[in-house]
């Protein structure tokens, strides 16, 4: 890979590639580099835990060396551009730098550009797409059921603003799951329905092999949400009696950070369906694959 932008991008053999690699990873595989050294910066101009430090991890344990960044200290506030800021990690010799901007595909002109030389991976564009939650979104699925034909996933929550959605409803559609969705009608886009269809979710809860619910963003909404967290909880989040209804061998996926109690009950989080642990600590390893690839197609 040259870059890491969307998934569309990727043939299901890249993803499935993508997904063997990560699961090797975690087996103990390691890297052969083809250079002695290699740098890395992780650019966030949005706020994260998972993706910024998991991506640390990763770097850390394939050898890379990490350039810090931060952009409060940064020449950011000197008023410096996203271009200018890449463009001088790319001089300074930086292979592959993982962004995250609040533009969505603020990654257009970076990767036409002739000068910029290093990798990109996007770690999120506003509300555009978060290829690599999906990455890892996938290994935890074919880990726990070996395949996605004929899966079924429901995908629950505030989806107009999910960068995380719309990567996994395009990917799980392709690698042949059922996709549904659920939610307030108000964060729900008619442009969805190619992908899969909306349900209210007490008729979905039985029938699903993953409940994969997303955070509400509150940071994206006008503030004029119409219900408070207790109702939304009641009307749309997995509660315990609804998670109760399950299938046997259902799990219930979050990207995290989870807004406990709303979303999902608090006692779901870490209980035996869930499996929000589990992306996280693959998320370490599918970015090292995902790192391993864009490195190489730059060798
Ligand atoms: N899931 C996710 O992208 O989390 P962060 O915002 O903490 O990176």
């Not at 290093?118 to 996938?138: A, E, R, V, Y």
């Not at 004929?150 to 559609?173: C, E, P, Y």
Request: proline letters at 2%; glycine letters at 8%; charged letters at 25%.
């Amino acid at each position: 890979l040259k870059h890491l932008l969307t998934v569309e991008a990727l043939t299901d053999q890249e993803v499935m590639g993508l997904i063997r690699r990560g699961q090797e990873f975690k087996n103990g595989a390691k890297w052969t580099p083809e250079k002695e050294q290699y740098f890395a910066t992780n650019l966030f101009f949005e706020n994260s835990t998972r993706t910024h430090k998991s991506f640390d991890v990763a770097e850390k344990k394939l050898g890379i060396e990490v350039i810090e960044f931060d952009a409060s200290t940064s020449s950011v506030q000197k008023g410096e551009t996203l271009y200018d800021t890449v463009l001088t990690m790319s001089a300074l010799g930086v292979d592959v730098a993982v962004i995250r901007h609040g533009d969505e595909n603020y990654y257009d002109d970076l990767i036409q550009s002739k000068t910029i030389q290093c990798g990109i991976i996007n770690g999120g564009d506003g509300s555009g797409q978060h290829p690599t939650q999906c990455l890892l979104d996938l290994m935890t699925i074919y880990e726990e059921f070996g395949r996605f034909e004929g899966l079924k996933v429901a995908i629950v929550g505030d989806i107009t603003h999910s960068r995380v959605a719309k990567s996994n409803m395009q990917m799980l559609k392709r690698l042949g799951a059922e996709v549904f969705f659920s939610g307030p009608a108000q964060w729900y886009d008619e442009e969805f329905e190619v992908y899969g269809h909306y349900l209210p979710l007490d008729e979905l809860v039985g029938e699903v092999d993953v409940m994969m619910m997303l955070r509400v963003q509150h940071e994206r909404h006008d503030g004029n949400e119409s219900f408070s967290k207790e109702e939304y909880h009641q009307q749309y989040g997995l509660t315990v009696g609804r998670a109760k209804k399950m299938k046997e061998g259902a799990i219930i996926m979050h990207p995290a950070p989870v807004n406990r109690d709303v979303e999902l009950a608090d006692s779901l989080v870490e209980g035996y369906q869930a499996r929000i642990i589990q992306q996280m600590t693959n998320g370490v390893f599918v970015r090292m694959a995902i790192l391993e690839a864009v490195l190489a197609g730059r060798a």
